[in-house]
C-alpha cells in the first residue's frame, strides 16, 4: 500500500498526511541506499545484482558460493529490517488516520 500525500488536508489530518508523506520518503531513501549497497557487493564478488536480489528476497543461496554466502544472511536481514520498518510506521499511520476519522 502507497499512502499519498495530501496537500489539501488541514488541521490534525495534515499533521497526519505529513507523517505518511515522511515516512514514504524514508521508505525510498531506504530502498535507494539498499539499491546502492547490493550495486557495491555486486561490483566486489562479480555477482550480478539480480541475483544478489534474489538472495536478498530468498535467502537462497549455496554455501559454496564463496563469497556471496558469506553476506548472504546480512543482505537477507537487511531486506527485511527495512521492510518490516516500513510496514510498523505504515500500520501505526493507517491506524491513527482510522482513529481521527472516527473520532467526532
Given at each position: 500500500m502507497i499512502l499519498i500525500y495530501?496537500?489539501?488536508s488541514t488541521g490534525d489530518q495534515k499533521k497526519i498526511d505529513e507523517i505518511v508523506a515522511t515516512v514514504n520518503v524514508v521508505?525510498?531513501?531506504l530502498y535507494?541506499?539498499?539499491g546502492t549497497i547490493i550495486g557495491q557487493i555486486a561490483t566486489e564478488t562479480n555477482f550480478s545484482p539480480e541475483s544478489l536480489k534474489d538472495v536478498?528476497?530468498?535467502d537462497w543461496?549455496?554455501?559454496a558460493d564463496y563469497p556471496i554466502s558469506c553476506i548472504a544472511e546480512a543482505l537477507?536481514?537487511?531486506y527485511h529490517f527495512i521492510n518490516s520498518t516500513y510496514d510498523t510506521i505504515e500500520d501505526a499511520a493507517v491506524a491513527?488516520?482510522?482513529?481521527?476519522?472516527?473520532s467526532p
Open positions: 495530501n496537500t489539501q521508505n525510498q531513501i535507494a541506499v539498499m536478498m528476497l530468498l543461496f549455496d554455501l537477507f536481514t537487511l491513527a488516520k482510522a482513529s481521527l476519522e472516527a
